[in-house]
């Protein structure tokens, strides 16, 4: 068994109040690991045959995940970023990279090496990430979908349009 202490190149987790948080390991996507992340999951999906992968955090603080078989990242969009560093070659691992990051207002993405995307959002942002794109570029507005989704507390209604007629 490894000990492993997270996370090693970020700030420290924070738990405000009466807060837990998730902290995924070892999460497959496509031929992927996401080894840990100090944010948690929102959701995942394949566009185009590559990833995506939506993670949150609260507000102001920082988050840090680490990606077995991928060797490097960019960002691609900085809304509310700070901070962020990009580590490749993660301890034994060859073809890994980690991300630091502190995500403000908003939604920023990081592409891995082979076209997958991290969207990191902060919590009011991922509160409304509701409407998933169906392009390859996350983005892009739901005037691009063919399929909207809108979760409602207790509830949720399907639109589908294809030229078919409107289904609910």
Known sequence: MNTVTIPQHGASITINGHQAKILPTDFRFGDKTLLYSTAEVLTHTAVDGK???ALWVPTGESGEFVVRGAGSANVLSCRGCEDVKIIPHVGKYEESVAVSFRQNAGMS???LNDGAKM???D???AYRFWSPSLS????SGPDKNSEFI???PMSRTTRLGVGFGTAY
């Open 51 to 53: 990833e995506i992968i």
């Open 109 to 111: 993405v990081v592409g």
């Open 119 to 121: 969207v990191l959002l």
């Open 123 to 125: 919590r009011q942002s």
């Open 136 to 139: 390859a570029d996350p983005q």
């Open 150 to 152: 809108v979760p409602l």
